[in-house]
T-cell receptor, first 116, second 113 residues
Framework: NAGVMQNPRHLVRRRGQEARLRCSPM?????VYWYRQLPEEGLKFMVY????????ESGMPKERFSAEFPKEGPSILRIQQVVRGDSAAYFC??????????????FGQGTRLTVV | DQQVKQNSPSLSVQEGRISILNCDYT??????FLWYKKYPAEGPTFLIS?????DKNEDGRFTVFLNKSAKHLSLHIVPSQPGDSAVYFC????????????FGKGTHLIIQP
């Protein structure tokens, strides 16, 4: 009964490159959330997706960042033309399809992005 | 503007004693509160939660208290154990929905032998 799987665990990119972060939710979960944690900070909500739909992207920077959760396959967080300020830990969380009640989200181990 | 505040970046407690972690919030729309525990290089793991219709929720050594009028909640761990050493995040959400959580900056709890 695998938990939320994120890969890669560590990702190094040069400035201007693209970063692709993947997240496979827990089995039976159809809600996916992406959070970013900057050094010495708490986790900041970025985007909430259900299958093939973006429900809330209020925490996502307007440029260079995009997210998707296709019908088949993992959720992808894409950062284009990365800059040093994008260096952070990116966490994915998932919750059950009946979320809407007060259920907790389960987190993956995160992807540590370093931009050099 | 931080809507969830954990004002103590770190807390040191002796093993066997009670650990009390505090959290304040400003958004009166928040109606569900959660505590997560995080070890280095791992994702947060859910610990305990409380709905705004309650003022206390207990699960083993962990108890969360909610004071809505003061917009304050606290997590009590008793007795504290070495494995409790971690960063604890307070989180909140509103509307009872599946929306994203608003997190505090965390408190690093250190349990001393």
């Amino acid at each position: 009964n695998a938990g939320v799987m994120q890969n890669p665990r560590h990702l190094v990119r040069r400035r201007g490159q693209e970063a692709r972060l993947r997240c496979s939710p827990m089995k039976g979960h159809s809600h996916v959330y992406w959070y970013r944690q900057l050094p010495e900070e708490g986790l900041k909500f970025m985007v909430y997706l259900q299958k093939e739909n973006i429900i809330d992207e209020s925490g996502m920077p307007k440029e260079r960042f995009s997210a998707e959760f296709p019908k088949e396959g993992p959720s992808i967080l894409r950062i284009q033309q990365v800059v040093r300020g994008d260096s952070a830990a990116y966490f994915c969380a998932s919750s059950p399809s009946h979320a809407g009640l007060n259920t907790e989200a389960f987190f993956g181990q995160g992807t540590r992005l370093t931009v050099v | 503007d931080q809507q969830v505040k954990q004002n103590s970046p770190s807390l040191s407690v002796q093993e066997g004693r009670i650990s009390i972690l505090n959290c304040d919030y400003t958004n009166s729309m928040f109606d569900y509160f959660l505590w997560y525990k995080k070890y280095p290089a791992e994702g947060p793991t859910f610990l305990i939660s409380i709905s705004s219709i309650k003022d206390k929720n207990e699960d083993g050594r962990f108890t969360v208290f909610l004071n809505k009028s003061a917009k304050h909640l606290s997590l009590h761990i008793v007795p504290s154990q070495p494995g409790d050493s971690a960063v604890y995040f307070c989180a909140a959400k509103s509307g009872g929905g599946a929306d994203g959580l608003t997190f505090g900056k965390g408190t690093h709890l250190i349990i001393q032998p």
